[in-house]
């Protein structure tokens, strides 16, 4: 699978303008041979603009995601909307999903495939609480989908979700074998963000993907250097702190080649 991840810029609550660049990248990206692309966390409003998040707030079924839904469809190419403000009662009006609560808002991810088919919808499960208006203004998610996608089982995560290591463990024993982690991660804290997902697809034997934004905040600047690891924690493309495509190829083979080679996986022992 040829794999993209949009690095792109994430200007404070400029939903419209970002939305636009979003939308353009993920055209560039399937013109460039792309099979999926993954968006950065928030990529409307931009995580640090806690003041625009209930005004932006929208159903899974809402105009962004509609908008994102047809650019996959119309570009022939799988979209990890990673991720928007979810209004759950809206959500849970207007369709059958399931929602971890009848009211709020919610850090959310959604998964298209290239007919624009909505694969998975996934929402942050750890709420930043650090210098951060999230715990107070988010519900945490509940659930820990996986899909397929072609010849690939994909589990998300969401940035600070990365700190945990269970959650990546809970998906590949449910057989996720590609992790996209869509992020705003910030500066100064470069060398977490370096090494994080790089320990977890070392220890899960599994491909991770880490799609973060750039720009900057009136609090905060987005640090960039999007990174895809393999399953052996090797570089096998990353970026700086501009406004880029992240491009790897993803080998099916190559996951189950090292899950016998190296058979960590098959070791662990769980506490009954």
Known sequence: MNLALAQIEVEPAATDANLERA???????????????????LFTVGYFSFDTYARSAESLEGPTLERIRGVAAAEN????????????????????????????????????DADGQRQLAYRKHHLFGYDSAEQALLTPGERLPVAELGEL?????????????????????DGAELIV?????????????????????????????????VGRFEEAELLGRST????????LSSSGDEPTLVTAEVVPERIA????????????????
């Open 23 to 41: 939308v353009d990248a993920v055209a560039r990206a399937a013109d460039g041979g792309a099979e999926l692309v993954v968006l950065p966390e």
């Open 77 to 112: 190419v799988a979209v990890l909307a990673g991720t928007v403000v979810e209004d759950l009662e809206a959500t849970a009006t207007e369709t059958d999903l399931a929602v971890p609560s009848e009211e709020g808002l919610a850090n959310t991810a959604v998964l298209f």
């Open 153 to 173: 089982t994909i589990g998300v995560t969401t940035c600070y979700d990365l700190r945990f290591p269970e959650l990546y463990r809970d998906l590949v024993a």
């Open 181 to 213: 982690v869509p992020s705003a991660w910030p500066y100064p804290r470069v060398e977490h963000w370096q090494l994080l997902p790089r320990a977890r697809a070392v220890e899960n034997l599994a491909y991770v993907a880490a799609a973060n934004g």
């Open 228 to 235: 895809v690891f393999d399953p052996w924690g090797t570089t």
């Open 257 to 272: 080649e090292m899950r016998s080679e190296f058979p960590a996986l098959a070791d662990h022992r769980r506490e009954q």
